[in-house]
């Protein structure tokens, strides 16, 4: 068997296009685009592709993206204070801050980061309001990459009530709202991470398996039910060959990228999975692309929600 594809890029390209009419009629009635702030601190290299692409994704949708950048040197209180001018302007309905924050801010920065944002404008949807309101089931906004996932799961045609659903990792960002969007589509879930004992034999259970855990290529065929639908969030870039040789097969042409670019991008799922699993996301072009989609929804969603439309 080789799995179905489950395509982010396409459907990621689908809900762009869904928001496209709805983005261009707020700013019809308000006389300006939904805006989304965006404040990048530091200079780590995967954070600013991860940036750059949400900035020209909202550009493309027809939101106002700002890009505002601060030196690694940077003091919390003077983010802290960037945060507030966000909160307080009337252009900007989202504000995103990008993680990771640098390590000389302190433990708990991101955490008092986070708290600091309005929570009607917490399109990442990390905010502790919005998480309570995601545990109740109620109305919020919902972190980009887990909503994204039901998405590429929904529009998949991949069925989840009843369906017994594995979610490694436990992140407050990925693992735990992915958990809690999948129960409250009547999912049975269990939730499993480091301490997990026999983690291969408790995903094997899964019809629905996702991997969050940031260990490349570690969900191998063992941890897969054969026909699950498999959706790998992880994303590690590799550079040694011993290591690309050791995952790819010869003639895959994840070698001929290495061969390219010395560098190959892939995620917590081996590449054998797909000789077992139903479905299964591809890394890059899976969750990704639905990640920065959902990002833009959210920050349509918030900017209807504040009124500034009507
Ligand atoms: P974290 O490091 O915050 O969390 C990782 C989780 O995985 C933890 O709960 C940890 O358990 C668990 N874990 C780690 N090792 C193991 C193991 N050997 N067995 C079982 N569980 C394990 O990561 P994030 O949730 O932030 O991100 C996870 C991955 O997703 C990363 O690769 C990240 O780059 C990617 N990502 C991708 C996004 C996208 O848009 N596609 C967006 C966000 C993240 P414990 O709690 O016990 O430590």
């Given at each position: 068997?080789?799995?179905?594809?489950l395509?982010?890029?396409?459907?990621?390209?689908?809900?762009?296009?869904?928001?496209?009419?709805?983005?261009?009629?707020?700013?019809?009635?308000?006389?300006?685009?939904?805006?989304?702030?965006?404040?990048?601190?530091?200079?780590?290299?995967?954070?600013?592709?991860?940036?750059?692409?949400?900035?020209?994704?909202?550009?493309?949708?027809?939101?106002?993206a700002?890009?505002?950048?601060?030196?690694?040197?940077?003091?919390?209180?003077d983010?802290?204070?960037?945060?507030?001018?966000?909160?307080?302007s009337?252009?900007?309905?989202?504000?995103?801050?990008?993680a990771?924050?640098?390590?000389?801010?302190?433990?708990?920065?991101?955490?008092?980061?986070?708290?600091?944002?309005?929570?009607?404008?917490d399109?990442?949807?990390?905010h502790?309001?919005?998480?309570?309101?995601?545990?109740?089931?109620?109305?919020?906004l919902?972190?980009?990459?887990?909503?994204?996932?039901?998405?590429?799961?929904?529009?998949?045609n991949?069925?989840?009530?009843?369906?017994?659903?594995?979610?490694?990792?436990?992140?407050?960002?990925?693992?735990?709202?992915?958990?809690?969007?999948?129960?409250?589509?009547?999912?049975?879930?269990?939730?499993?991470?480091?301490?997990?004992?026999?983690?291969?034999?408790?995903?094997?259970?899964?019809?629905?398996?996702v991997?969050?855990l940031?260990?490349?290529?570690?969900?191998?065929r063992?941890f897969?039910?054969?026909?699950?639908?498999?959706?790998?969030?992880?994303?590690?870039?590799?550079t040694?060959?011993?290591?690309?040789?050791?995952?790819?097969a010869?003639?895959?042409?994840?070698?001929?990228?290495?061969?390219?670019?010395?560098?190959?991008?892939?995620?917590?799922?081996?590449?054998?999975?797909?000789?077992?699993?139903?479905?299964?996301?591809?890394v890059?072009?899976?969750?990704?692309?639905?990640?920065?989609?959902?990002?833009?929804?959210?920050?349509?969603?918030?900017a209807?929600?504040?009124g500034?439309?009507?």
């Open positions: 068997m080789t799995a179905k594809r395509d982010g890029t396409a459907v990621a390209a689908q809900i762009r296009a869904e928001l496209k009419p709805a983005v261009d009629a707020f700013a019809a009635k308000a006389g300006r685009p939904p805006g989304l702030g965006i404040i990048l601190v530091g200079d780590d290299a995967a954070s600013q592709i991860y940036v750059s692409s949400k900035a020209k994704s909202a550009g493309e949708t027809g939101l106002r700002d890009l505002v950048r601060l030196p690694a040197s940077t003091s919390l209180e983010l802290l204070r960037e945060v507030d001018r966000l909160n307080r009337d252009v900007h309905d989202g504000i995103l801050v990008q990771p924050l640098p390590a000389a801010m302190g433990a708990g920065a991101a955490r008092r980061v986070f708290d600091a944002i309005d929570p009607a404008k399109v990442d949807g990390f502790p309001l919005n998480v309570g309101r995601l545990v109740q089931n109620r109305d919020s919902v972190a980009c990459t887990p909503s994204g996932v039901i998405e590429l799961l929904e529009r998949s991949v069925p989840i009530a009843g369906a017994s659903a594995v979610v490694v990792g436990r992140s407050d960002i990925v693992g735990k709202p992915m958990a809690m969007l999948l129960l409250h589509r009547n999912a049975t879930v269990t939730i499993c991470h480091s301490r997990t004992k026999d983690l291969p034999r408790v995903c094997a259970q899964a019809d629905i398996l991997a969050a940031g260990k490349a290529a570690f969900v191998t063992e897969v039910k054969p026909g699950a639908a498999v959706i790998d969030v992880g994303i590690a870039r590799l040694d060959r011993a290591e690309v040789e050791r995952i790819f010869p003639g895959s042409p994840a070698r001929a990228t290495f061969d390219k670019r010395g560098s190959v991008v892939l995620g917590d799922v081996h590449p054998e999975v797909a000789k077992v699993a139903g479905a299964l996301s591809p890059p072009g899976g969750v990704g692309p639905l990640t920065i989609a959902m990002l833009l929804k959210n920050t349509l969603r918030a209807e929600a504040r500034a439309g009507r």
